[in-house]
C-alpha cells in the first residue's frame, strides 16, 4: 500500500507542471460558477466556514471557496502540488493556506472544520475507510462532508470514443504519462469496490447521516467536450456529521 502512496505521489510531481496550468484557465472560466453552484447546495449556512479541501491538488477548490470569504486550508500528500497550490492563490489573490498532509490521516485537532470538499482524490486512496473515518473526526457536529468522484476503476473510457472527441481534460497529457496513470489505476481497483454504493457503506459506518448520491452533477458540470471536460460520470456524495 505504502509503495502504490508513493507511485501515485511521484507521478503527480511530474503532472503539477502542466496540471496547474490547466486549473487556474478553468478557475478563469465558467466552470468556476458552476463548481461553486454545486458546492453550495450543501455547504452549512453560515456566513465564513472553516473548511477543507483534501486533496488539493493545485488549490482549485480550496481558492474558489476562499474567494467567497470562507477559511479555506488545503491538504495534499505531493510536495510539489502543494508549491503550486501557493502559487495559485497568489495569482488569484486569495488567502487559502496549504500543507503537505496524508489524506487519509489529516493531522488536525478533532472538529476543525465545518465541512470537508474533495474532487477526484477518493478514488485513488487505498485506505478508504480508513480517510472516511478520520474526516468524520474532523467535522464539527453538523459539518459537511462534500466528495466529487467517479468509479474510475470500473467505468473505463473507451479508448477510440475518447480520441475523436474534439477536447478533453486528458488530452495534452503524454503518452508516457497516460500510460503510467493506467498503471496506477489497475493497482487501484485491487482495493475498490463498486461505487458509490461502497461509499455509502462506508460512510455510515465511519458515522455519518444524511448520505446523499447525485449522479447529475456530471452533466451540470460538463453539459459538452471541452479542455475541462471528465469522460467519466463523476458523481456528488454529500453527508453530514
Known amino acids: ?141 453538523g459539518g459537511t462532508l462534500i466528495n466529487f468522484d467517479a468509479d474510475y476503476c470500473h467505468e473505463f473510457s473507451d479508448a477510440e470514443d475518447l480520441a475523436l472527441l474534439p477536447n478533453h481534460a486528458h488530452k495534452m497529457i503524454p503518452a508516457d504519462l497516460v500510460a503510467e496513470s493506467d498503471e496506477i489505476t489497475q493497482e487501484l481497483c485491487a482495493y475498490q469496490k463498486r461505487r458509490p454504493e461502497w461509499d455509502l457503506r462506508l460512510l455510515v459506518d465511519a458515522g455519518f447521516s444524511r448520505v446523499t448520491v447525485d449522479t447529475g452533477v456530471w452533466k451540470r458540470i460538463y453539459p459538452a467536450p471541452d479542455e475541462f471536460y471528465n469522460p467519466t460520470p463523476i458523481f456528488t456524495i454529500a453527508a453530514e456529521r
Not at 510531481?13 to 458552476?34: D, N, W, Y
Open 1 to 141: 500500500m505504502e509503495n502504490l502512496k508513493e507511485h501515485i505521489k511521484s507521478y503527480w510531481t511530474r503532472r503539477a507542471p502542466s496540471f496547474v496550468e490547466q486549473r487556474l484557465r478553468e478557475f478563469e472560466s465558467e466552470k468556476r460558477g458552476l463548481w461553486l453552484r454545486e458546492i453550495s447546495r450543501y455547504l452549512p449556512k453560515k456566513k465564513s466556514l472553516r473548511i477543507l479541501d483534501v486533496g488539493t491538488g493545485t488549490g482549485f477548490l480550496a481558492c474558489l471557496l476562499a474567494a467567497e470569504g470562507h477559511t479555506a486550508t488545503g491538504i495534499d500528500l505531493t510536495r510539489e502540488m502543494i508549491a503550486r497550490a501557493e502559487d495559485f492563490a497568489k495569482a488569484v489573490k486569495v488567502p487559502a493556506k496549504f500543507l503537505v498532509m496524508d489524506a487519509e490521516q489529516p493531522d488536525f485537532p478533532p472538529e476543525s472544520f465545518d465541512a470537508i470538499v474533495t474532487r477526484n482524490l477518493t478514488w485513488t486512496l487505498p485506505g478508504l475507510e480508513k480517510a472516511y473515518r478520520s474526516w468524520h473526526g474532523l467535522l464539527a457536529k
